[in-house]
């Protein structure tokens, strides 16, 4: 009897079948992670990736809404379960940082803020109006810049100097920290008109071509850094493996901010820049979507090879969605410039794998937090050099 006791939780909720595999509620408080705000990009994105489908159906735009909504109610959510963390569990919550792995999450949050900003204005226009849409766009599109660009200089800075990182510590996680401002990049162009105009539209604009180019130069570093440790160390742990569709996110979400900035320059900027600024959308974004293909097809076999031995479920597992996600986006805007099938089509078929990944991946995340099991303590922190 007494070695059965320690499988049996104690705690009330366990008999309403919540939480059965933890031993007290306050564990969920207890170990909420950054990485949890992935869930919030990887429902944002099926959101807002449905507003810029070039085929669009009866019915897409609200379901998409309610989508939002959902991405909505699970950043707040989010935001106050991590604020009473830090206030309840101040010295775990540091602990993250020191945590070379977990650390890269912190790019989650501020990406988080950015896409549900985008759906709020995309869509989220039709529930709360026009002014009031724009007005709480504003507001998340500067929290998650500010946090993003912090994160891409924090986050760097703590690797360089603390961390203790190994030949074969590159993976996609590393790309999480720089991705924020290519994110502010595209979302800032939806935002673009409802700027002032004159100086305050121009210095939006160039703002964003500035992350753009930030974001752009660092991703391509740390793909290279991850190819290389994919040649020379292979695929590494299977828990690990999703993570290595984050590298699509910065390809994607670069080729949708480029068309997206291209499609409104001449708000801000005369000919011939403004004209130049759209083909620049056209000219960079074939061919690193072309680039993007060739990733697919390899983070795909590895996928299904590893997945064939055994894939167990994660929070990484939410890696399959965002990233797909920003190729929705980027192909819906070279198939907005180009006018060409393909890529119209080519939306259409990264959406539709866009939402079978995330039916998959948040039925599988909602059981493991209702058993708890995703609020199980994490591995502990490496310690700091």
């Not at 991405?71 to 569990?89: E, G, Y």
């Not at 700027?195 to 539209?201: F, I, K, L, N």
């Not at 011939?272 to 990733?295: D, E, H, N």
């Amino acid at each position: 009897m007494k070695a059965n006791r320690k499988n049996v939780p104690s705690h009330a909720l366990a008999r309403w079948g919540l939480l059965p595999d933890l031993d007290d509620p306050r564990q969920v408080l207890a170990n909420i992670t950054p990485n949890w705000y992935a869930s919030v990009m990887g429902t944002g994105i099926v959101a807002v990736a449905a507003a810029s489908l070039p085929l669009q159906f009866p019915g897409l735009r609200t379901a998409a809404t309610a989508v939002w909504a959902f991405a909505a109610f699970l950043l707040i959510a989010l935001s106050i379960t991590t604020a009473l963390h830090w206030l309840r569990h101040r010295t775990r919550a540091r602990g993250h940082a020191r945590n070379p792995v977990m650390a890269q999450f912190y790019g989650a949050p501020p990406m988080a803020m950015l896409t549900v900003g985008a759906g709020t204005l995309l869509l989220g226009r039709d529930v709360i109006g026009l002014r009031a849409a724009v007005d709480i766009d504003w507001a998340l599109w500067f929290a998650g810049t500010a946090g993003g660009l912090l994160c891409a200089v924090a986050v760097p800075y703590l690797m360089f100097t603390r961390h203790e990182v190994r030949p074969d510590s590159a993976f996609g996680g590393w790309l999480m920290p720089v991705v924020p401002p290519m994110v502010s990049a595209s979302t800032g162009a939806l935002l673009l008109p409802y700027a002032a105009p004159g100086q305050a539209q121009l210095t939006l604009l160039l703002c964003c071509y500035a992350m753009f180019g930030l974001s752009l130069l660092a991703s391509i570093v740390v793909i290279t850094l991850i190819w290389y440790r994919l040649a020379l160390h292979k695929i590494g742990p299977a828990p690990m493996v999703p993570t290595l569709w984050i590298v699509l996110g910065p390809l994607g979400q670069s080729i949708a901010a480029a068309n997206l900035l291209g499609g409104v320059a001449h708000l801000a900027v005369p000919a011939p820049y403004a004209g130049a600024m759209q083909a620049f959308g056209v000219l960079y974004g074939v061919p690193a979507w072309g680039f993007a293909l060739l990733w697919v097809a390899l983070a795909g076999a590895i996928t299904v090879r590893t997945a064939r031995s055994g894939l167990p479920f994660s929070l990484t597992w939410w890696s399959f969605t965002f990233p797909v996600g920003t190729m929705v986006m980027g192909t819906s805007g070279i198939a907005l410039h180009t006018g060409a099938q393909l890529f119209r089509v080519a939306a259409a078929v990264f959406y539709a794998a866009l939402v079978l990944a995330w039916l998959l991946v948040a039925a599988r995340t909602a059981r493991g937090s209702l058993r708890g099991r995703l609020f199980l303590p994490a591995a502990q922190p490496a310690p700091a050099r």
